[in-house]
């Protein structure tokens, strides 16, 4: 199945940085880069202001670039509990954005996108900077990582949806079975 033509949304979720993308699937595993950035929100300021900023800088990335999915990292545990409340916190503000426009959202976990771009599940920045930066074709790294890491989450669903739209398919042709022989 190709996804020629797809346009996703990497979205490396945080409160204080967010990494933004837009890539465009080509032909194969050809990746294009559209835009790639950071949307930032001023760390003293109240949560729910915070929050409010992150919608609105998101929204107009989707509002201007159009995805047709958003791939997310998942939110996983790091230690620190406030770090992962602030990035789950952000995590909902995002989905919700995306929600609000019918764009379908794929999450991912980190250990899953640095398999998918290098091979190897444990890469470290660097590599991950390499990779993304070669498989976009780029002059130079995107930067700051946040924004390396957004691509890399772009180019994992590229790479990955041809198998999540046959896997999509097969759930549906069963359920529709199973629903014609009751």
């Known amino acids: ?10 979205i490396d979720p945080g409160l204080t940085r967010c990494g933004l993308s837009i890539v465009q699937a080509g032909r194969g595993r050809s990746v294009l880069p559209v835009v790639v950035g950071v949307a930032k929100t001023p760390v003293g300021a109240p949560l729910p202001q915070r929050l409010s900023q992150l919608s609105h800088d998101v929204s107009q990335w989707m509002d201007e670039y159009h995805p047709d999915v958003v791939a997310i990292e998942r939110v996983f545990e790091r230690g620190n509990v406030s770090t992962v409340m602030n ?13 609000e426009r019918g764009i379908e959202v794929y999450q991912y976990t980190p250990s899953e996108v640095k398999k998918s771009i290098s091979g190897n599940g444990r890469a470290d920045k660097k590599q991950m900077i390499a990779m993304v930066t070669r498989i976009l074709a780029l002059a130079e790294p995107p930067h700051p990582a946040d924004a390396a890491d957004a691509f890399a989450l772009a180019i994992c669903h590229c790479w990955r949806a041809p198998m999540i ?3 999509e398919a097969i759930a549906h042709r069963v359920a529709a079975s199973a629903a014609k022989s009751k």
């Open 87 to 99: 990035t789950a916190h952000a995590v909902g503000v995002l989905m919700l954005a995306a929600a």
């Open 1 to 10: 199945m190709s996804v020629e033509g797809l346009r996703v949304m990497g």
């Open 165 to 167: 739209a046959r896997q």
